[in-house]
């Protein structure tokens, strides 16, 4: 499996940045399309943003677009999040996994496999 160890997260004021990267192993991980999830206090751990396996074909999820960019780099074995214009909303612990590939209908991908990391502690402030 593709095992990752996620970085980046902080506090952080609305309206500044943070860049959130996946750092990747297995002989694999070009194969997969990745994933970023988030899982706020109380709530179901969702999708936010996926990428497929040549970088060139997106997903995220209505309330992070124009705010959010996923980017991958094979070669680095990389996932990276950069979130700008954060917001209260947005805080949560983010998770990176393989997903499935994205679809040109627009539906979610979902997690390869069922286990997760310890994820990276993303806090917004108001």
């Known amino acids: 499996q593709v095992q990752v160890v996620e970085s980046g997260g902080g506090l952080v004021q609305a309206g500044g940045s943070l860049r959130l990267s996946c750092a990747a192993s297995?002989?694999?991980?070009?194969?997969?399309?990745m994933g970023w999830f988030r899982q706020a206090p109380g709530k179901e751990r969702v999708i936010v943003a996926a990428?497929?396996?040549?970088?060139?074909?997106?997903y995220y999820i209505d309330s992070v677009k124009g705010r959010f960019t996923i980017s991958r780099d094979n070669a680095k074995k990389t996932v990276v999040l950069q979130m700008n214009s954060l917001k209260p909303e947005d805080t949560a612990v983010y998770y990176c996994?393989?997903?499935?590939?994205?679809?040109?209908?627009?539906?979610?991908?979902?997690?390869?496999?069922?286990?997760w990391g310890q994820g990276t502690q993303v806090t917004v402030s108001s």
């Open positions: 996994a393989a997903v499935t590939p994205i679809d040109s209908s627009g539906n979610a991908p979902s997690p390869v496999f069922s286990s």
């Open positions: 990428i497929n396996w040549t970088g060139r074909v997106t």
């Open positions: 297995g002989r694999t991980f070009s194969n997969y399309a």
